[in-house]
């Protein structure tokens, strides 16, 4: 029997409180910058806790979710570029929800070197 190794939003492995902590942490801190650090051995859980966590926030009007894989770049100055382009995207096709942040994001894609995402 195999058993897939997919994240999942379903709670397979008693980790919805670490969920719902992330959630409260981000609302409590809403005015504040935040970083927020899951971490555990291979298979542990970690992209599903992040999956609960996103679907809990993307239901909100004013919260826009964004995927990232870094596995899939070597270097930093790849990944830095990357996220950056991911964001700015996003931001720009949520544009009716975010409006001036759009256009703030159009004006720093702009400035993204392709070179060195190439």
Known sequence: MFISDNETRVDLLYYDSIAQTIVQLIDSTADKPLTIGVHGDWGAGKS????M?????????NVLCLRFNGWQFQGF????????????TALRDNRS???KVAEKA??????IDYLKLG
Not at 48 to 51: E, R, T
Not at 106 to 111: G, M, N, V
Request: glycine share 2%; proline share 0%.
């Open 53 to 61: 966590t996103e679907n809990v926030l993307s239901s909100r009007d």
């Open 77 to 88: 100055e790849d990944a830095k570029a990357a996220i950056l382009e991911t964001t700015v």
């Open 97 to 99: 929800a975010f409006g």
């Open 106 to 111: 159009k004006s720093i894609l702009r400035r």
């Open 48 to 51: 599903s806790i992040l999956a």
